[in-house]
């Protein structure tokens, strides 16, 4: 059965820190994995998406890397901001029952920027 | 870009009612599915849909709920009768076929509705 892992659980630093948040997995035959944001009480933002042929994915201040072998992704911000304050999930996809893909998503990690 | 609409954003029940939570995909996309995201928890799968049929339930999808696709357009997610336990924000996902297989796997996200069962 696939786990999904993510450290922290919580993070609090101050403006403009570069950051890393883990996500870890059990089961190294994914398709994809997802790092979404969540603000509290809505629904979730995709940030990034890396396919499993590709090692990472950059978005503006985001970079995310994906290490297959090992089951282990890493989201980097950079340079952050009290705007990034959200949760973060990390999602993986495989197959499920009935060749259908199928998400599997961390806990989270919450993420407080303070100015 | 194309979205998955959830309707309604919000949706009040007392419990035992029965609600249907509404989604339109994107056109052309087969694959469907929906997630439970009960407050402070993990994002957990419900169930997935393709063909007219479910493919793959989960323990939690049990004989209260219930999926269809009634019109060819929209998905439901119906619940029979609520329970306190039942509160959650849910999230329609949809995935399509193209020529190439990659596009399958990706699945997009409607903006969830949130249910309260008092």
């Known amino acids: 059965k696939q786990e999904v892992t993510q450290i922290p659980a919580a993070l609090s630093v101050p403006e403009g820190e570069n950051l890393v948040l883990n996500c870890s997995f059990t089961?190294?035959?994914?398709?994809?994995l997802q790092w979404f944001r969540q603000d509290p009480g809505k629904g979730l933002t995709s940030l990034l998406l890396i396919q499993s042929s590709q090692r990472e994915q950059t978005s503006g201040r985001l970079n995310a890397s994906l290490d297959k072998s090992s089951g282990r992704s890493t989201l980097y911000i950079a340079a952050s901001q009290p705007g990034d304050s959200a949760t973060y999930l990390c999602a993986v996809c495989f197959i499920g029952g009935g060749s259908n893909y199928k998400l599997t998503f961390g806990k989270g990690t919450l993420l407080t920027v303070n100015p | 870009e194309p979205e998955v609409t959830q309707t309604p954003s919000h949706q009040v029940t007392q419990m035992g009612q029965e609600v249907i939570l509404r989604c339109v995909p994107i056109s052309n996309h087969l694959y469907f599915y929906w997630y439970r995201q009960i407050l402070g928890q993990k994002v957990e799968f419900l169930v997935s849909f393709y063909n007219n049929e479910i493919s793959e339930k989960s323990e939690i999808f049990d004989d209260q709920f219930s999926v269809e696709r009634p019109d060819g357009s929209n998905f439901t997610l119906k619940i029979r009768s609520t329970k306190l336990e039942d509160s959650a924000m849910y999230f329609c996902?949809?995935?399509?076929?193209?020529?190439?297989?990659?596009?399958?796997?990706?699945?997009?996200f409607g903006a969830g509705t949130r249910l309260s069962v008092l």
């Open positions: 089961d190294s035959a994914i398709y994809n």
């Open positions: 996902t949809t995935s399509g076929r193209f020529l190439r297989a990659v596009a399958k796997n990706i699945q997009y």
